[in-house]
């Protein structure tokens, strides 16, 4: 309990600008609550995204008004738990970031995991590019391809950084659109960036994922120069 606690009021200290959906967690067994299960659940919450979020993205804070209001979104469709009033992502919106190399894409996107866990939004989140996607779920020995897909394509909320980076086969095309497909056949919330000119999108990463990608996710344009040539990748 006390371990968690601290976890909690850490997290927060470093990013007092974010206000939780719990403030207060002794004030919750007055209205019917459960404040240790609340404790507990917030906790994991933020250590789950603390081991997701790399190194150089654990400061990363979304600044950009559009992500925001994406986030704000989810936040708003989240549902309490009957028990604990920790809410809960029940399906959403998406995001599609587009940007040169280096902009900040990927800090945006961070910071927005960064600021759902601060909330105390409970969605499970997973990360990681493309091309990781794709290496994992490359058949060899001892690696079930089909449950790594399935991690990736049915996660609650998923972050997939630099669509369209890989060089584009047949089976990478295929894997894209299943896990595009099913992100948008089944309203899951989703970030995606990617390096590519919307003009471009399609060629890239094929005109179906790409029809579905601008249906399914609000589209940000992101300017500016490169920031891993200046120092301030994260």
């Not at 659940?41 to 603390?50: E, H, K, R, Y």
């Amino acid at each position: 309990m006390a371990d968690n606690l601290d976890l909690i009021n850490r997290a927060r200290a470093a990013f007092p600008h974010i206000t939780p959906a719990i403030p207060d967690f002794n004030a919750l067994d007055d209205k019917g609550g459960d404040s240790f299960t609340a404790i507990r659940d917030t906790a994991s919450i933020l250590s789950m995204t603390n081991d997701l979020i790399p190194p150089l993205y654990q400061r990363a804070d979304a600044t950009d008004e559009r992500v925001l209001e994406w986030v704000d979104a989810l936040v708003g469709l989240a549902k309490p738990n009957q028990f604990s009033r920790v809410p809960y992502l029940k399906g959403g919106p998406s995001l599609l970031l587009l940007g040169a190399t280096g902009v900040g894409k990927t800090h945006q996107a961070y910071g927005a995991l960064r600021r759902l866990s601060i909330v105390g939004i409970g969605c499970g989140p997973v990360a990681a590019s493309i091309t990781d996607v794709f290496a994992k779920m490359r058949p060899r020995p001892g690696v079930d391809s089909e449950a790594v897909f399935e991690a990736y394509a049915s996660a609650p909320l998923a972050f997939i950084d630099d669509l369209g980076a890989a060089k584009v086969t047949e089976w990478t095309e295929e894997v894209t659109y299943r896990l595009v497909n099913h992100r948008y056949e089944h309203q899951l919330p989703t970030i995606f960036t990617s390096n590519a000119a919307p003009k471009d999108l399609g060629e890239r990463v094929g005109e179906r994922v790409a029809s579905r990608l601008m249906e399914m996710a609000q589209r940000v344009a992101i300017k500016g120069d490169d920031r891993r040539r200046q120092g301030r990748a994260a």
